[in-house]
């Protein structure tokens, strides 16, 4: 077979890349492998591969439903350390308020956030991208809510005021029995809030 390039002289290899047929002046050798001189080039100038950093938490979504069981627990296999603690804190004060109906939704809350969570990256290392459950429910609340911003910062305020919380109660200067029969203005203030936020929608 002649030289794809020089067609009055026969062939002696073919480029591994393309498998054009190359004489010996057009043979460029790497290591043991045949190029010729355009794949050769290209492979050069190819950029090379950017490293991608393995994930960090777990990708098994039933394994993370059952220790998302344990408050906490199921974050930390996600990875999501500081969220963790935020699920131990609010349980936690919960349990301490006596609000049984919001433990139990809590908690049950839990698991099939860290079970979503899990089953998303799973997805998303396999080229997948979907919306969760979760992910709606959170969309939905921004739009009702709005979107908060500095969530890192507005997350540690709250951690703080909660930790110092349960420090004053722990020492008697702070009791949750007070806030447990006032916690119901709560919910009177969110629904104020809600009713202006639909003025004003209305009022545009």
Same mark, same amino acid.
């Given at each position: 077979? /002649? ?30 492998? *045949? ?11 190819? #950029?090379?591969?950017?490293? *991608?950093?393995? /994930?960090?938490?777990?990708?098994? #979504? ?6 998302? !069981? ?22 936690? !004060? ?28 799973? !997805? ?8 969760? #459950?979760?992910?709606? %429910? ?27 919380? %349960? !420090? ?9 029995? *007070? ?9 009177? *203030? ?15």
């Amino acid at each position: 077979m /002649p030289c794809a390039t020089h067609t009055e002289t026969q062939s002696e290899a073919f480029c591994t890349q393309c498998g054009r047929a190359l004489c010996k002046e057009c043979v460029r050798m790497v290591q043991s492998s *045949v190029y010729c001189e355009s794949c050769l080039a290209a492979s050069i100038n190819k #950029p090379p591969k950017a490293a *991608v950093p393995p /994930p960090i938490g777990g990708d098994k #979504p039933d394994i993370a439903f059952v220790l998302g !069981l344990i408050p906490g627990v199921g974050a930390i296999y996600n990875g999501e350390y500081f969220k963790a603690a935020i699920h131990v804190l609010v349980f936690g !004060l919960l349990i301490n308020l006596d609000l049984i109906l919001f433990s139990v939704a809590f908690y049950f809350y839990m698991p099939f956030e860290a079970y979503y969570t899990a089953k998303k990256r799973k !997805l998303a290392a396999q080229g997948l991208h979907i919306d969760t #459950p979760i992910d709606r %429910f959170r969309e939905q609340i921004n739009e009702r809510v709005g979107e908060i911003k500095d969530k890192e910062m507005w997350g540690g305020i709250g951690l703080i005021a909660l930790g110092a919380l %349960f !420090l004053m109660n722990s020492f008697g200067v702070f009791s949750f029995i *007070v806030v447990r029969n006032l916690w119901p203005v709560v919910l009177i *203030v969110a629904g104020v809030i809600l009713l202006l936020r639909s003025r004003e929608k209305t009022s545009r």
